[in-house]
T-cell receptor
Framework: GAGVSQSPSNKVTEKGKDVELRCDPISGHTALYWYRQSLGQGLEFLIYFQGNSAPDKSGLPSDRFSAERTGGSVSTLTIQRTQQEDSAVYLC??????????????FGPGTRLLVL | AQRVTQPEKLLSVFKGAPVELKCNYSYSGSPELFWYVQYSRQRLQLLLRHISRESIKGFTADLNKGETSFHLKKPFAQEEDSAMYYCALKTGANNLFFGTGTRLTVIP
């Protein structure tokens, strides 16, 4: 079946502009995660959505970052007033999570963001 | 606070040689640990998890709570094992804390 999809695959923007990154999780997956993969930094957790519960935003690096998940499916990660240090690959993952469970996370291909 | 440490950014071994990718963690609760792998031009994917005690593609990893380690091992490396490997720790919620990764290169 279809896996996690993300769009765009690549995004080049100018410093100070806002960007929106989209994630379509696997159908039926209740949990959705955003991570950031920076050069030399590994993978950094950003935010986690589980069903209708309030999202875990503990990984968001600043208030310029926000995310929404509409209808329990598609999610959008928004970065306002982008900075050069925001340049990274943004990964989305989804899982059949129940709280406290250990469901496998399935990753999308990522969006490569470059801020000039 | 939780932390995952992968001390080697790069690791090269010859084909047929044993390989060990190191992972150490710090976590006050009961840890669940995973290894994820990203092959060239492919998505990040789960390789194995400690609770399953399984061997995937010849790889095994044992959780050592005394040493707070979860090293990934394979007795005989293959060229197709060349990839980026990430150790990850799951905390009480379902989000994962990843190490910085180790790039494994298997030399023919």
């Amino acid at each position: 079946g279809a896996g996690v999809s993300q769009s765009p695959s690549n995004k080049v923007t100018e410093k100070g502009k806002d960007v929106e990154l989209r994630c379509d999780p696997i159908s039926g997956h209740t949990a959705l995660y955003w991570y950031r993969q920076s050069l030399g930094q590994g993978l950094e957790f950003l935010i986690y959505f589980q069903g209708n519960s309030a999202p875990d935003k503990s990984g968001l690096p600043s208030d310029r970052f926000s995310a929404e998940r509409t209808g329990g499916s598609v999610s959008t990660l928004t970065i306002q007033r982008t900075q050069q240090e925001d340049s990274a690959v943004y990964l989305c993952a989804s899982s059949l999570a129940a709280r406290g469970g250990s469901e496998t996370q399935y990753f999308g291909p990522g969006t490569r963001l470059l801020v000039l | 606070a939780q932390r995952v440490t992968q001390p080697e950014k790069l690791l090269s071994v010859f084909k047929g040689a044993p390989v060990e990718l190191k992972c150490n963690y710090s976590y006050s609760g009961s840890p669940e640990l995973f290894w994820y792998v990203q092959y060239s031009r492919q998505r990040l994917q789960l390789l194995l998890r400690h609770i399953s005690r399984e061997s995937i593609k010849g790889f095994t990893a044992d959780l050592n709570k005394g040493e707070t380690s979860f090293h990934l091992k394979k007795p005989f490396a293959q060229e197709e094992d060349s990839a980026m490997y990430y150790c990850a720790l799951k905390t009480g919620a379902n989000n994962l804390f990843f190490g910085t990764g180790t790039r494994l290169t298997v030399i023919p």
